[in-house]
């Protein structure tokens, strides 16, 4: 049972959920099976981080780490820190999870274990690519991929790839990123892996929406959308969403905006996603700005930095101050008309 559940985890998370609940149950709290109970919670831990419940999965995970650090399962260990990590960036937690990725490469690196100091230095460039340094996140992704092509992991270089791809993006450097993510398409389409081509799908039609490509935006997004919402990946789906809603405002279509927005928020609040939830306000407040419903705006704008500051997501605040900017210059601009 536990086994299947371990297979089903990524392709069918709900089913997998259910069998290692079961799992659960029939190990019971006896000594003897202290370990394959630690095994189940990591199983779940690692489940509830793709069904967009972190909190759940950081507590299953926990356990595990509890668990196997009583019995000296080192590497075990490691993997779990790395899953908490991954579990605490999920919840906007940016502090705990580079804490949990560094203690987790640390025992890597102590093991010589390879391939683990690999995914535990990509995680950290996340969550430093997340919080605005894309020095630090590079540095990180790089040295993730020279150890994986060092071991011949391509599936794992193809992630750093990608992920090199996002940094370039995020610098305005548009055509890198591109070739980046056109490399990691090619390669994801040859395995056949659904979430991955729907994840650069939905880069590519990023890239394209900065390049002014707006056909071509639409087109990888909704190939994109389309697969998310096969594969139940709400977190995904919402990420997706938000950039076809600033596709939707760069063309003036204001309410389909709006609409989509609204959708954003909705799933973000219910999946816990509070960094997202704070982009999509910002989000949402520019939209309002541009129906003249200042007043929403505003109120929307200042929940977004409030959540924003509490998260401590620089970059964030940073969009937050610079749309109430251009709100209090609209305010400006809209009084001096009318005084005229």
Do not use: W
């Not at 299947?4 to 000594?31: D, F, N, T, V």
């Not at 203690?103 to 990509?122: H, I, R």
């Amino acid at each position: 049972m536990l086994n299947k559940a371990k297979a089903l985890r990524e392709k069918e998370p709900e089913k997998a959920r259910q069998l290692a609940e079961e799992a659960l149950l029939l190990i019971g709290s006896e000594s003897a099976f202290e370990k394959d109970r630690a095994e189940t919670h990591f199983i779940l831990g690692a489940i509830y981080s793709r069904t967009g419940n972190p909190e759940l999965g950081i507590e299953h995970a926990e356990t595990a780490l509890n668990l196997y650090d009583k019995h000296g399962a080192t590497l075990a260990a490691c993997d779990t820190l790395n899953l908490i990590g991954f579990l605490k960036f999920n919840c906007a937690n940016f502090s705990d999870a580079i804490q949990h990725h560094q203690a987790s490469f640390n025992g890597y690196e102590k093991l010589n274990e390879k391939k683990g100091m690999a995914s535990a230095l990509n995680y950290l460039g996340n969550v430093y690519q997340m919080l605005g340094d894309y020095e630090n996140a590079l540095q990180h992704y790089e040295q993730s991929l020279a150890l994986r092509l060092e071991i011949g992991d391509k599936r794992g270089a193809i992630v750093n790839i990608g992920n090199i791809g996002t940094v370039n993006f995020a610098l305005a450097n548009f055509n890198v990123a591109l070739s980046n993510f056109r490399d990691v398409l090619q390669q994801k389409e040859l395995e056949g892996d659904a979430r991955g081509m729907a994840s650069v799908l939905m880069n590519i039609g990023s890239v394209l929406f900065a390049l002014k490509d707006y056909e071509g935006t639409e087109h990888h997004h909704q190939k994109s959308l389309t697969i998310f919402r096969q594969l139940g990946d709400r977190y995904a789906v919402a990420m997706l969403l938000r950039n076809n809603g600033k596709f939707y405002e760069q063309q003036e279509r204001y309410n389909h905006a709006l609409a989509v927005h609204q959708e954003t928020l909705a799933i973000r609040n219910e999946i816990g996603d509070r960094h997202g939830l704070a982009l999509t306000l910002v989000d949402l407040g520019g939209v309002l700005m541009k129906l003249n419903r200042y007043p929403d705006a505003y109120s929307t704008l200042i929940k977004g930095l409030s959540l924003a500051v509490e998260l401590g997501a620089k970059h964030t605040e940073l969009e937050c101050y610079l749309s109430l900017g251009r709100f209090f210059s609209e305010i400006e601009t809209r009084s001096k008309s009318q005084s005229e």
